[in-house]
Each structure stands twice: as C-alpha cells, then as structure tokens.
C-alpha cells in the first residue's frame, strides 16, 4: 500500500502511541484487507465515529445488517456518547475482503 512520504517519515521517526488504559480513544480506525492485502488503513479523529455512516457504502452496511451486526444500535450508542473509549466498533469478514473499524 503506497503511503505518502510525510506519514512514511512520521512513522518511521515516531513509534505508535498506545492509549493508556481508561483514557479517552484518539483515533478512529479503518482497514480493508482484500485478498490478503491491505488496501486501506485511515486513522480519522476519534469524533469521526459519530458520522461513521456516512462514510461506509450502502452495499457495505446493506452487508454488515445481513451478518446481524447491530449497526443502527451501535451508531446510537455512539451519538450519544460525549466521551468515546477505544473499542472494536465492528468486524465485517467476507471471503475475499475483511473490514475492521475500530477506536484507539
């Protein structure tokens, strides 16, 4: 997966920050694996999750609400938090392509 060179020096120079336990999520996360290989990895703010449906194609929620992920459920749950905590979000497994959003 091409990175561009500012976040390639970024990490290269810095090593990732973990949440220290019981404090606030700083990150809002998204990969895809397709076939084997990372196509995707964004980190967004943490506040991003509120608007996460906005983001995720319909065919994809269409798909998460088939594996009886309680997508609607868990997009309350998050406008209605003030505070967001680092969490899985959910997990969308297919034969070819892996989805995982998260907090962190």
Do not use: K, N
Not at 3 to 29: I, K
């Amino acid at each position: 997966m091409a990175r561009c060179p500012y976040t390639w020096v970024r990490s290269f120079f810095t090593s990732p920050s973990a949440t220290p336990p019981g404090a606030p999520a700083q990150h809002l996360r998204v990969r895809v694996v397709r076939d084997g290989e990372e196509r995707v990895l964004v980190t967004l703010p943490a506040r991003s999750a509120r608007w996460l449906m906005e983001v995720i194609p319909a065919d994809v929620q269409e798909r998460i609400r088939a594996e009886e992920i309680p997508l609607d459920a868990m997009m309350a749950e998050l406008h209605a938090q003030e505070v967001h905590y680092p969490r899985p979000i959910f997990t969308l497994s297919e034969a070819h392509r892996q989805i995982d959003v998260w907090l962190e």
